[in-house]
């Protein structure tokens, strides 16, 4: 885990507020009222979002699935991060199986010399958490919810 820094809750609403701006609208790609059906939230609701009001998580991501990865990205670039489309069901095998030998080929350089010392192990840690990253969606059992 890296430290960041603290997005302000200003900062957070400016990037939902122009975001939304850019795609909602009159003349934009989705009106208020089409993006209140598709969402279930009140079309006033939706407005106030554009005019510094912050939506509830809930509201954030309906609007995040309703808007797309575009959407999404354009809010979390505050991050750092992005968004893309993806599919519970359908884990992400290639990146897996590209990151799985890159990690590999760490540890094979890291042991040659019989020891493993902080720098290497400090080299293949970003690497090992992206890994765990990506294997989350293969280990995934939507079946095992609920059981102990």
Not at 40 to 45: A, D, H
């Given at each position: 885990m890296r430290n960041g820094t603290l997005i302000s809750q200003e900062d957070a609403a400016r990037r939902i507020e122009d975001a939304l701006r850019l795609r909602v609208?009159?003349?934009r790609r989705f009106s208020f009222p089409a993006l209140s059906d598709a969402t279930?939230?009140?079309?006033?609701?939706l407005e106030s979002y554009v005019q510094g009001a912050t939506p509830q998580l809930n509201a954030l991501l309906s609007i995040c699935s309703v808007l797309g990865p575009s959407f999404t990205s354009d809010i979390l670039a505050a991050c750092g991060q992005m968004a893309h489309e993806a599919s519970p069901g359908e884990p992400e095998h290639l990146r897996v199986a590209a990151s799985l030998g890159e990690l590999v080929m760490?540890?094979?350089e890291a042991v040659a010399d019989g020891y493993v010392d902080h720098r290497?192990?400090?080299?293949?840690?970003?690497?090992?958490?992206?890994?765990?990253?990506?294997?989350?969606?293969?280990?995934?059992?939507?079946?095992?919810?609920?059981r102990p």
């Open positions: 609208g009159r003349g279930g939230i009140p079309t006033r609701t760490q540890i094979s290497e192990a400090a080299q293949m840690r970003p690497l090992a958490a992206r890994l765990i990253e990506l294997l989350e969606p293969l280990a995934y059992d939507p079946a095992a919810r609920g």
